[in-house]
């Protein structure tokens, strides 16, 4: 799938991608929360969460798939989901989650975005999905904005450890 006009490509991210969703994922992480989180909750989240070899496993597990955006083969978005995960406000007999949703800071406003959403909401239809889910730390309003404008709504709180710091997250949801 391209983007008409750009050359953004989207693709369905394999285990050989592991190391550079590691690195993507934990730069794209880091630049995101760390202004906002003490330095030692952010190093132990980010060597655990955005491990190689944990990132090799999620991308090999059944139900969950990666789509990377791409321009001219460099990764500049990606986002994570997994099929069936069920959270007690998303309600739906077959909700999705989108467990990841990130573009590299330099692509804010580049036309990144729009696409990969694009693509998350056909695999969730795809696989029959009738609910798309995800959690936002409710501090990260520009996330929150987007994901409003996206059409999903708040529905509830779930948390969310950040190395010992215990936070709250929004959740959203969006019916397909």
């Known amino acids: 799938m391209s983007h008409p ?97 990130y573009v590299d800071r330099r692509w804010h406003g580049r036309g990144v975005a729009a696409p990969l959403m694009m693509a998350v909401v056909q695999y969730a239809r795809a696989v029959g999905a009738d609910v798309l889910w995800l959690g936002v730390w409710e501090r990260n309003a520009r996330a929150i904005a987007y994901y409003r404008k996206q059409g999903f709504e708040r529905v509830g709180t779930q948390t969310f450890h950040l190395g010992a710091d215990v936070q709250t997250d929004d959740v959203m949801r969006r019916a397909l």
């Open 5 to 101: 006009g750009t050359s953004i490509t989207i693709r369905r991210a394999v285990v050989t991608d592991a190391p550079a969703l590691a690195e993507f994922g934990r730069r794209t992480f880091h630049d995101t929360f760390a202004p906002d989180n003490d330095p030692a909750d952010m190093a132990a989240y980010l060597a655990e969460a955005f491990a190689p070899e944990k990132q090799a496993a999620q991308l090999a597990a059944p139900g969950r798939t990666c789509l990377f955006a791409e321009v001219d083969g460099a990764l500049v978005g990606y986002a994570c989901l997994m099929d069936g995960a069920q959270h007690r406000d998303a309600g739906g007999a077959h909700p999705v989650e989108l467990e990841r949703f």
